[in-house]
Structure formats: C-alpha cells, structure tokens
C-alpha cells in the first residue's frame, strides 16, 4: 500500500512564509504528477500546485506568483512554498500523486491545517 503523510501546515501571520511537505512511502515502483489541494470551511476542495515527474508545473490563479510546487524524486517527496500568505490561504492542504505501485492509482494525504491571521 501507498502512504502519503503531510507535514508543516501551522498558524502564521498574514505576509508570512510557509514551506509544506509531503513524504509517499510504500511498495512504489514510480510517481507519475503530484498535486497539492486545499479545502477551506465550508468550500470545495480545489487544486492549489500540479507538478509532473519531468518538473513541469501548473497553479491555481490564486496562488500564481507567491506559491511554488517542487519535488524530490528520489525520496518521494513534493513540497509548497507558500510565501505572502494572506488570510484567504486557511485551508486544509492535501497532498495527492498518481503512484504506480502494480498499477496506477491516486493517493491522498491525511491533511495539514495552515491557518493565516491578519
């Protein structure tokens, strides 16, 4: 089976900086995109950051220019670099990937609560 765990999610002022991460683990033969999404109260979750194993990214307008997505393919790891965070940002953060373990299949974190002040 296909573990993903969430980290980093805290309370910050609004204008601060907050760096995500989320570890896969399991019997996992290749990552194919790793996506983070985020669901704030009451809303929809929606797709936040996409990145592709080649490093080829794609984000949510609301985020353009003050989030960046990254990942480390050798420990299976993708981050969120989530800078100029505004109190719009409180969400839930999931971290999601298409994992191809026997075959492929898409994976959810638990969910890492990133609260923003003003």
């Known amino acids: 089976q296909v573990q993903l765990v969430e980290s980093g999610g805290s309370l910050v002022q609004a204008g601060g900086s907050l760096r995500l991460s989320c570890a896969a683990s399991?019997?996992?033969?290749?990552?194919?995109?790793m996506r983070w999404y985020r669901q704030a109260p009451g809303k929809q979750r929606e797709l936040v950051a996409v990145?592709?194993?080649?490093?080829?990214?794609n984000y949510a307008d609301s985020v353009k220019g003050r989030f960046a997505i990254s990942r480390d393919n050798a420990k299976n790891m993708v981050y969120l670099q989530m800078n100029s965070l505004k109190p719009e940002d409180t969400a839930v953060y999931y971290c999601?990937?298409?994992?191809?373990?026997?075959?492929?299949?898409?994976?959810w974190g638990q969910g890492t609560q990133v609260t923003v002040s003003s």
């Open positions: 399991g019997n996992i033969f290749s990552i194919n995109d």
């Open positions: 999601n990937a298409d994992v191809y373990t026997n075959y492929m299949g898409r994976y």
């Open positions: 990145i592709t194993n080649k490093g080829s990214t």
